[in-house]
Every structure is written in C-alpha cells, then in structure tokens.
C-alpha cells in the first residue's frame, strides 16, 4: 500500500488568489493523479502527472487554471489559480501501485478542502 | 464511455441492521467494479472490488458484493452494521483494459443510527 499525505488539509482563500496543495506519497510511484470532488458530486480526475513529462488533462480542465509539478517520483504539486468560489471542492491525491493480480490499485490521499469566498 | 449512477444519496438505517447500498453502470467494453469508503476527513479507501471470476466478492470490514451482468449492477451489502460504519461510499468502474481511469458515481452517504 502508499500512504499519501497532503497539505494543506483545509483552506480558506478570497477569490483571484491561488494556492497550492502538495501531496506527498512514502514510496517512488511513477502515476499521480489530481481529483476534484465538489459538494454533492462524485470525484473528477483533473490530470494525470507523471515525473518527467507534462501532465496530461482530462476534458474541461486547463493547465492556465490547475498547474501541476512533478518534480520526483514522491511529490507533487496542484495549483488553483485565480479562484472563484465555483473552486470550492475537495482537492485530492492518488498514486497508481502495480499489485500482485496484475491490477495497478490507486491509493487516495486525505484531500484538501478549499473554500473560496 | 462508461457511467456510474448511484440512486441513494443517503441510506440511514439502524445499528445491526442489515443495508444495501446500490450501484449501477453502463459500459460497452469489459469494466472492472470498485467500492471506496470515504471516513469524514479522509481519503477513500478501497472496500472490495471485481476483477474477474467469482460474482460474489467480500472485501474488509464485513463488506461483500455481487457483480450482475445482465443488470449492470454491483450493489455493496453488509448483514449487520455498526455506528463507525457510518460513511461516504463511491461505486466506481474503470475499463478492463489496464487503464487507469475510475469513473466515480455520486455517492450514498451511510448514516448507522443508534
């Protein structure tokens, strides 16, 4: 398994801030993922970040909106730029892990719950 | 493309009781089924999930389901439930193909009353 950790935990921020959240895994995984989890909804991938390349992001979201780093294969980072409170969700993490029955699990980290006001 | 839909936004039902929490999907392509527990300030953590083989697949906590076919289902079921398995809980599938793209469904939110 990963143990993933993530700061921070919950923030408030005005809106046409940024801020960034950093997650942090206890094993070298070459996948990381960025989810949004907005209120009432089900979680959405927002990019995929793989060490040494650029992100790739899904339909809808935009590197200008959510840059990410990836500068190991232990950290990364998730930017909000320029918030508004329709960016008010809950901001996770997952790492991709190649088990035993073939199939690569994704281990969640605790999330950041972002409030923009 | 594949889709999730959970109808129950919220299930509440009493301590011991027994409680079914319901899942289902569409996909054309072979998918793989997963439900994830979500504690209040936490990540979400993997409860079971069908590969392949047997439809009937336990996972921790006393938790089991049971993957149908021809209804697109996966509904998540405990015999008896307690108070700290009150939760957020996502059905979730991803095509069989060794992609790693979950699609989530909305949640149901367990309340285990006492």
């Known amino acids: 398994s990963a143990v993933i950790s993530q700061k921070p935990s919950r923030d408030i921020c005005q809106r046409g801030t940024s801020l960034t959240i950093q997650c942090q895994v206890d094993s070298q995984v070459t996948m990381m993922f960025w989810y949004r989890q907005q209120p009432g909804q089900s979680l959405t991938l927002i990019a995929t970040?793989?060490?040494?390349?650029?992100?790739?992001?899904e339909s809808g979201f935009v590197i200008d909106k959510f840059p990410i780093s990836r500068p190991n294969l232990t950290f990364s980072t998730l930017t909000v730029s320029n918030m508004s409170p329709e960016d008010s969700s809950i901001y996770l993490c997952s790492v991709e892990l190649g088990l035993a029955d073939s199939y690569n699990e994704q281990f969640f980290g605790p999330g950041t719950r972002l409030t923009v006001l | 493309a594949q889709s999730v839909t959970q109808l129950d936004s919220q299930v509440p039902v009493f301590e011991e009781a027994p409680v079914e929490l319901r899942c289902n999907y569409s996909s054309s392509v072979s998918v793989y089924l997963f439900w994830y527990v979500q504690y209040p300030n936490q990540g979400l953590q993997l409860l079971l999930k069908?590969?392949?083989?047997?439809?009937l697949v336990k996972g921790i906590n006393g938790f089991e389901a049971e993957f149908n076919k021809s209804q697109t289902s996966f509904h998540l079921r405990k015999p008896s439930v307690h108070i700290s398995d009150t939760a957020e809980y996502f059905c979730?599938?991803?095509?069989?193909?060794?992609?790693?793209?979950?699609?989530f469904g909305t949640g149901t939110r367990l309340k285990v009353l006492a």
């Open positions: 979730a599938v991803m095509k069989a193909s060794g992609t790693y793209k979950y699609i």
């Open positions: 069908y590969l392949s083989g047997s439809t």
């Open positions: 970040a793989n060490q040494g390349s650029e992100a790739t992001y």
